[in-house]
């Protein structure tokens, strides 16, 4: 081994020291490559990025190429090795250049002695970014193992060089005026709860444009470049501050997430327009938001979704240095306590919010199932869900309360309605007395044992699940991960969080579901390309038998972790018997070759399904003599059986679980399972609702899993359900015809 390429691959804190670094945009991609090459022990290392205008790939970074190259060395794609691996999309590695009939040096960068010549595409999902090369003067350098460490370097840093490549191509801003938006009258607005809990605080509103009112500092009268300038430096070092932050806390999820604000305050051309209208006389103020105003409609006009989207990214820039101008406080607490209105969130949105103490949010997209709301469940912020978007013109600092529990949100509240609140905080309060009352086991009032199992969707939630006496983990959903971070997983860094998971639950049974994306869990790096239907498209276990090799890597990934453990797997949205036989199949397959390999793998994992797609309804016989267990995904039971998009606002009222079909649907699977004495449990959020405890105690469910803040309140419901009795309700429930008399006999019930 001649070089340790490991340690790069793996340690995020080394990425993070490159920005802290780095001066500018420049430096930070001169960083890269110096990184790069020290680490692959070569003399060379580039980086071309692609110019959109000029199809042309131009050399933007590289070490050991002569200086003064940067910015003027440009390639046609299709041109010498660099440009076919562009062209062509694939890893161009030759040992031996002078050989090679497309070999040409490109004139000005002194390269003919180097021998040795490896490239890789810089691509994200279909998007073509760029290329990155590595050059050295020995014959025959590179092996396979390099290609492949190359490949996986290279797409660790996708996002930043994907972010510079952007920030290169808005070099000059036209600067539009700076809309405001008209203040709303908006009162009382009624959403559906996405995270319980409640907030009161003043709101932010995140839309383009809407960068709040700027005060000058008490005692001074005008701002000057200075204090612009010292406003962007403390806002950068808050951002590494915060970023540090992040890798602490979230070991599973951690990414670059502030790498893209970090290097806007590093883009030339960007302080460079603020700098230049402070210079002419403009408020530094009134600059930041004229070039905020004109960076944000560029992000706007992109036909890439993913891209369009980090204009909220640059919408924080610009409060940020405002923030901090304005010297009330620090912008890491900007968003302490406050509620954040926002039409719609990413993941790591969510994520830099929890981390910067956010009070609560309201969005206006997306269903309380989508995985925005998932995971403001998983940190604990509580978030309402509502079709509204006159809220986006509520003037940023209203007072606005948001009440998690009852889904209500009030726009600067009457003190009666403040105090009507906090009576009811109070009462909530109780809760605490329930954990205390929390016993190990669960029983229904007749002794009949049932067992509680966590959801969980980052490590961060086992804390709640070991204080509420999770049982086990009844569906870890693994693609949380791959969802926040920038970049699939590797093997690597999947086993150091699964075996994170199974070693905290200390030998309670761990099930872990195998990637579900799509849908509304997009991979925003994977591919761009939007399906018309992504709900019924390319998703679940179809995802993960057509990337085979990202399938592989997750289950080598469970199985090395779960060596010495009790783990079972099961697949998504299974559809039919093949689809599960076949990635039964591939289980098995892992498995061998671990153990051809000699490493410590789990050999006796359970393999299950979960049952969230109505087709499989038909074939449950057959699937039951293939599958180990049963796991019924109610969410996407109800969605796919009534055709109600899960997070759908508009169709919410639509979204039945008590709907006769349903609940005979999750009959049918729990009679299927006990034919064939198979596990089965319910992981869907009926679990958590005590409405619905009853009827599925009544029909043998005796296994639950659930977000783990809803642990005490189930215990507590089954403890005074009795089995027979639960029996009789869920046969006089089955009888219904219609939704009305399902919900009739449902509000009715009495244990
Ligand atoms: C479900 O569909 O009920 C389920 C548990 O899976 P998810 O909510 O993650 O789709
Ligand atoms: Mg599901």
């Known amino acids: 081994m001649k070089r340790d390429n490991s340690k790069l691959i793996s340690d995020i804190g080394e990425l993070t020291a490159l920005f802290t670094d780095a001066a500018n945009l420049d430096a930070l991609l001169a960083n890269i490559v110096k990184m790069i090459a020290f680490y692959m022990k070569v003399e060379v290392c580039s980086v071309y990025l692609f110019d959109d205008d000029t199809q042309m790939l131009t050399l933007r970074a590289a070490k050991g190429l002569r200086a003064g190259s940067i910015g003027k060395v440009r390639i046609k794609s299709g041109e010498g090795l660099t440009g076919i691996a562009f062209k062509e999309l694939r890893a161009v590695c030759e040992g031996d250049t002078a050989r090679h009939p497309d070999f040409r040096p490109v004139p000005g960068i002194n390269d003919e002695k180097y021998c040795s010549f490896l490239a890789i595409p810089i691509l994200r999902g279909q998007n ?13 350098y590179f092996s396979n193992e390099d290609v492949n460490i190359f490949r996986a370097i290279t797409s660790q840093l996708v996002t930043t060089i994907e972010m510079a490549k952007l920030l290169f191509s808005f070099d000059h801003p036209r600067l539009d005026p700076v809309v405001d938006l008209k203040p709303t009258r908006l009162k009382f607005v009624k959403g559906r709860v996405g995270a319980v809990g409640s907030a009161m605080g003043d ?4 839309a383009p444009l809407a960068l709040g009112d700027f005060k000058v500092p008490k005692g001074r009268k005008v701002l000057t470049l200075d204090d612009f300038r010292r406003a962007v430096a403390l806002t950068e070092k808050e951002l590494h501050e915060m970023q540090k932050a992040v890798e602490e806390k979230l070991l599973d999820v951690v990414a670059l997430i502030f790498s893209a604000q970090i290097m806007m305050l590093k883009d030339r051309a960007m302080l460079g327009a603020m700098e230049a209208l402070i210079v002419k006389g403009s408020p530094p103020q009134d600059a930041v938001r004229a070039v905020i105003g004109e960076y944000v409609s560029r992000f706007e006009r992109m036909t890439n979704e993913y891209v369009r989207e980090k204009r909220y990214d640059v919408i924080d820039v610009g409060r940020r240095i405002l923030t901090n101008m304005a010297g009330r406080i620090d912008s890491r607490d900007q968003y302490v306590g406050k509620v954040v209105i926002a039409r719609e969130l990413l993941p790591s949105d969510i994520m830099k919010l929890s981390l910067q103490k956010v009070g609560g949010v309201v969005l206006l997209s997306g269903g309380v199932t989508s995985h925005v709301a998932v995971l403001a469940r998983s940190l604990n912020i509580p978030l309402v869900v509502v079709d509204e978007p006159r809220l986006l013109t509520v003037t940023d600092g209203s007072c606005v309360l948001l009440d998690g529990a009852m889904g209500n949100i009030f726009i600067e509240p009457s003190e009666a309605v403040v105090r009507a609140f906090r009576e009811k905080e109070k009462s909530r309060a109780d809760v605490k007395r329930i954990q205390k009352a929390l016993l190990n086991e669960t029983r229904t009032s007749d002794g009949v044992r049932v067992t509680l199992l966590a959801n969980i969707n980052l490590l961060a939630d086992l804390d709640v699940a070991k204080a509420f006496k999770a049982e086990g983990v009844g569906l870890y959903r693994s693609e949380f991960p791959f969802l926040l971070r920038g970049d699939f997983p590797s093997e690597e860094e999947q086993y150091v969080i699964y075996r994170r998971l199974v070693e905290s639950m200390k030998g309670r049974e761990v099930t872990f579901r195998t990637l579900d994306v799509g849908g509304d869990k997009m991979l925003s790096y994977y591919d761009n390309t939007r399906e018309a239907n992504p709900f019924l498209g390319l998703r679940s276990i179809r ?11 997750q289950i080598r990934a ?4 779960s060596f010495d453990a009790d783990v079972r797997i099961m697949f998504p949205m299974i559809s039919s018997v093949d689809e599960f036989v076949v990635a039964r199949d591939m289980v098995r397959e892992c498995a061998r070759a671990l153990k051809s390999e000699g490493r410590p793998y789990q050999p006796r994992v359970k393999i299950g399904a979960m049952i969230e797609v109505p087709s499989i309804l038909e074939v449950i016989d057959e699937l039951a003599s293939q599958a180990e267990f049963f796991s019924i995904g109610t969410n996407d039971l109800i969605q796919y059986m009534l055709a109600v998009d899960r997070t759908n606002e508009k169709v919410a009222e639509f979204y039945f679980p008590h709907h006769p079909a349903v609940l005979r649907a999750i009959k049918r699977v729990a009679d299927g399972a006990l034919r064939h004495q198979r596990d089965i449990s319910v992981c869907g959020d009926m679990a958590h609702d005590p409405r619905y405890i009853p009827f599925l105690i009544g029909i043998g469910i005796r296994k639950f899993s659930l977000d783990a803040r809803y642990l005490p309140r189930i215990q507590q419901c ?5 089995t027979g ?3 009789v309700f869920a046969a006089e429930l089955l009888g219904k015809s219609s939704v009305s008399e399902t919900a009739r006999l449902l509000d009715h019930a009495v244990f």
């Open 558 to 561: 469970i199985l090395r972790a």
């Open 203 to 206: 709101s932010i509103v995140f």
């Open 718 to 722: 089954i403890a005074g359900i009795d």
């Open 725 to 727: 009795k639960a029996g």
């Open 128 to 140: 073509r970014i760029g290329v990155m090369a590595l050059q050295s003067v020995k014959r025959d």
């Open 543 to 553: 995802f993960s038998i057509k990337n085979r090799d990202i399938f592989i890597h």
